[in-house]
């Protein structure tokens, strides 16, 4: 009876490991970056263009799975109080420079139209997935979904 447990717990590990490279799908992203000024979904600030994220844009990555978006409460672009009488939106984005630089970007503006830009904060490299997660009075910036790859970015109530 014990030899038949351990095959049976043997032919469990062995599909989840055969599933981990296609689970991570957020970590081999790569979103493509063309955009030009006045395009739908994007901004163009300071001579850069970038591609806003969104839910639609990220379930075109392969191996996208749409639950992982809504059970971890992964947010692209949302509003957050950062003072008791006043708020700042966030967008994700990744983006193209003038010098073929590429990345990702977090859009922080006055309104929800994004054209009271107050910065622009960018990480160098590939212009790949990246999300904003609430955790208590913080807001983060991750770039993946189940690991500890985020910058913290504003606080409420300061």
Known sequence: MQFLLLFVLSLNFGSIFAASPQYAWWMNSNIDTACSSGQSGT???KGTCY???SKEIVSRLPGYEHEDIADTGAEFHLEFPEEPDSSKYYATS???DR???TGRALIVSLDSDLKQIVRIETREGVPG???LFIEGSKLIWSFCLYCGDYVPVANKGR
């Open 129 to 131: 997935f990246s999300a």
């Open 99 to 101: 010098d073929g630089k």
């Open 51 to 53: 591609v806003l994220l």
């Open 43 to 45: 901004v163009t600030y």
């Open 94 to 96: 990744v983006y193209k």
